[in-house]
């Protein structure tokens, strides 16, 4: 008996200590009432060091929200049209033809007497690379500055420069390579080469559709444009929706065709905590809590859901002005919002999820219960067994 009450109070201390330290129970990830006390911890100076901000979700802040900067090509490089007339660049490929009123010219054949040809009167000019120097060689009229210039332009120096030298040259003057005028076009691209842009200006998709289209999905597809220290990127399934974002290509412009599968983590009490993939042009947290089966009946506190993200300094001052971390570019928010409210349900379906977000819903304080009242029927129920077996023996 003595040895069975020894065994009791032992019991019921162990109990006890796992009553008060649910610490030791394991668990998922921290309850809410954890993510709150741990925005702020205690600093090495005395006062309190601020980790993260949390922020509860409300029609404001999704107002808020709705005006983060967003990368548009519109907005970062305008729609200009390229000149209707492209300018010959260095590295063009440049050919002159020249044609003379007579023969025996400079350019022209010799006149076959006992014939009745009078001989040829062209001769072309293998074509050339315009140098770095932005020029080309003409026989007896030696180097014609050609860069910048248009080939009409071009066509009337030689021909002012042979004048006197050959009989009434007309010259033609052809960029059979506008290596100057081109674009490049890498990534995903079907046949990823550098193109050349047309007279008449190109946008965006006419160049993507002359590379052979991409060959990722549209919906995981984004588009990076380098446009000298200026670059953007967008979803491909802006670019096709919006003719706005269809803009004109320049010439020495970098399109990179990026593949990035647009996902976020689904951790906590949740019917499917993974990683889950969403299309390129985003979905909303309603749309997210349903891709991860929702909230767990059993084990989910609807008021502990939380969106964990980083965000721009500049949206953080928005939504917090008293932040004490805006002293970075990017800052740690969790994004509270308590789906217990029926009007959440509508907020749910205005939040917009981002690329890499984490959505985590903790576990309800009842559940905390049932693993110490599950821990404390484990340890007991060899007590209470050996108990019924000592008083039926007695």
């Known amino acids: 008996m003595m040895r069975l009450g020894k065994l009791a109070v032992s019991t019921a ?3 006890t200590v796992a009553m008060s330290g649910c610490t030791l129970l394991p668990a998922a990830g921290p309850t809410a009432n954890a993510i ?3 925005a702020e911890v205690p600093g090495t100076g005395g006062g309190l060091l601020a980790r993260y901000e949390i922020i509860d979700v409300t029609p404001a802040v999704i107002e808020a929200l709705r005006g983060r900067p967003l990368d548009s090509l519109l907005a970062s490089f305008g729609d200009h049209r390229p000149s209707a007339e492209p300018l010959i660049g260095v590295g063009d490929m440049v050919a002159v033809s020249i044609w003379e009123a007579g023969s025996g010219g400079l350019f022209s054949g010799p006149l076959v007497a006992d014939r009745f040809s009078a001989g040829s009167k062209s001769a072309l000019i293998p074509e050339q690379p315009v140098g770095r120097d932005g020029a080309i060689s003409v026989p007896y009229a030696g180097r014609i500055q050609v860069a910048g210039r248009r080939p009409q332009d071009v066509q009337a120096l030689i021909e002012n420069e042979l004048a006197g030298k050959a009989i009434q040259p007309q010259v033609l003057v052809s960029v059979t390579k506008p290596i100057s005028q081109t674009v490049t ?4 691209a079907v046949a990823g080469a550098r193109l050349p842009l047309s007279g008449h200006g190109d ?6 559709a002359s590379a052979g289209g991409v060959r ?3 919906s995981e597809t984004f588009v990076r444009l380098s446009r000298g220290p200026v670059t953007a990127t967008v979803p491909l399934t802006t670019v096709v929706s919006n003719p706005k974002e269809n803009i004109f290509l320049r010439p020495s412009d970098v399109l990179t065709l990026v593949r990035d599968p647009q996902t976020f983590l689904a951790v906590g009490a949740l019917g499917n905590a993974t990683e889950l993939p ?3 042009d985003g979905i909303t947290l309603a749309q997210a809590l349903a891709k991860a089966r929702g909230l767990s009946d059993f084990q989910a506190d609807p008021a502990g859901t939380f969106i964990f993200r980083f965000e721009p300094a500049a949206i953080v001052r928005r939504l917090a002005p008293g932040s004490k971390l805006t002293g970075t ?3 740690p928010v969790v994004y509270r919002i308590d789906m217990r409210d029926p009007n959440s349900l509508f907020t749910a379906q205005a939040f917009r999820m981002r690329n890499r977000d984490l959505v985590y819903v903790s576990n309800a304080p009842f559940t905390e219960i049932q693993k110490v009242l599950g821990v404390f029927s484990t340890i007991t129920g060899p007590v209470a067994s050996a108990a019924a ?4 023996a007695r």
């Open 13 to 15: 201390c162990i109990a």
């Open 36 to 38: 709150q006390a741990g």
């Open 185 to 188: 076009v890498t990534g995903e």
């Open 203 to 208: 946008r965006l998709l006419d160049v993507l």
């Open 216 to 218: 990722s999905p549209v």
């Open 278 to 280: 969403f299309q390129a």
């Open 329 to 331: 570019p990017l800052v």
């Open 389 to 392: 077996v000592y008083s039926t």
